[in-house]
């Protein structure tokens, strides 16, 4: 575990990779509650049936927002942040989506701190994170995540 209390810690971990996660198993409930909470409800996702006869895997995939929106929750525990008052999620700079997730697929989140710089009185922490796909050679997605951290003074 990395631990940040100052932008000068945050420096120090720029290039590094921060953290590999545990895998996550992708199931056709949390497909089908992502589908719910967003409106998408493309056959692809939530119509096993039609996707056993249809996509190549025979299986659905999951949204692409989905495997995204796991990055949070899959690199919380890499880096401590000691003395903070609070994190926002600033933005993403670059997404792509290389590789399908398939429903009952194990996926895990690799990190790697890009660029930590001064921004408003806070840490601007720009951050490479691979989704990875066990058993497949390319990332389901590589994304370029973006937060400010603001801490204590």
Known sequence: MHVISSIEDAKALEGVEVGLSDWVIIDQNRI???????GDYQWIHIDTERAAAEMPSGKTIAHGYLTLALIPSLTGNFVEMENLARAINFGVNKVRFYTPVQAGDRVRARATVLQAR?????????????????????????AETLGMYFFDE
Not at 32 to 37: K, V
Not at 118 to 138: D, F, P, Q, W
């Open 118 to 142: 001064r921004r408003a009185g806070a840490l601007l922490l720009t951050s490479e994170t691979r989704i990875e796909v066990e058993n497949e050679r390319k990332p389901a997605c590589v």
């Open 32 to 38: 089908d509650q992502f589908a719910e909470a967003t």
